[in-house]
């Protein structure tokens, strides 16, 4: 299923570092989300992009910042990130509004030295 | 306040059938989802339910009672494949956003 595809899969980085998630889907969905998924702990959404323009912010620290050039492109960019930001990062589309199904992609697995 | 309850793990046979429940108390409600997520791989989609009753889709069935607060999933003829977490999430009404459980570990042993 390449439906969302993640780059990268796997990411170390120190905490003065900056570094940015990529994230792609060909479903043709307006809707893009991140999430993040730490062990043993429910997914938490972090942002919500409908047609470009975010509508959700879920009280997320602002070294994380997202990006929406497009419906199909969203981007994570990441800086002086702390260890317990270290999880999996999973980023979603669907259709539309009102939370239609959800397709996830792989997910970057993020570790903060 | 927002909560989705379910079991963290369970342990079943192969060919058999087990039930995972998700009990929530959401603000607003329009549907939930179960989704299936391989460790290390992401979330796909089983089901979802918006009315109360069974949803029978293959070998998974899922149930919904919106007066209890209450879904369970169904798996029946347990394949060692289905080894795997299970993940229960509530949809509210109005905006984007979906609640989701601590989700259940799903060990299938021969």
């Known amino acids: 299923e390449t439906g969302v595809t993640q780059t990268p899969r796997h990411l170390v980085m120190g905490m003065t570092n900056k570094k940015s998630l990529k994230c792609e889907q060909h479903?043709?969905?307006?809707?893009m989300y991140w999430y993040k998924q730490s062990a043993k702990k429910p997914l938490e959404l972090m942002f919500v992009?409908?047609?470009?323009?975010?509508?959700e912010n879920n009280s997320v620290p602002s070294r994380f910042s997202p990006e929406c050039p497009n419906s199909s492109h969203l981007f994570l960019h990441l800086h002086t990130l702390q260890p317990e930001d270290s999880a999996l990062y999973l980023c979603a589309s669907s259709q539309g509004s009102g939370g239609d199904t959800q397709y996830f992609g792989p997910g970057t697995r993020l570790t903060v030295l | 306040g927002q909560n989705i309850d379910q079991p963290t793990e369970m342990t079943a046979t192969e060919g058999a059938i087990v039930q995972i429940n998700c009990t929530y108390q959401t603000s607003g409600f329009n549907g939930l989802f179960w989704y299936q997520q391989h460790a290390g791989e992401a979330p796909t989609f089983l089901s979802y339910n918006v009315l109360d009753g069974l949803e029978e889709k293959g070998r998974f069935s899922s149930f919904l009672s919106r007066s209890k607060g209450y879904s369970y999933l169904l798996l029946k003829e347990l394949q060692m494949k289905d080894s795997a977490s299970y993940l229960c999430?509530?949809?509210?009404?109005?905006?984007?956003?979906?609640?989701f459980g601590a989700g259940t570990r799903l060990f299938v042993k021969a």
């Open positions: 992009y409908n047609f470009k323009e975010q509508t």
């Open positions: 999430a509530v949809r509210n009404t109005g905006g984007f956003k979906t609640i």
């Open positions: 479903l043709g969905h307006n809707a």
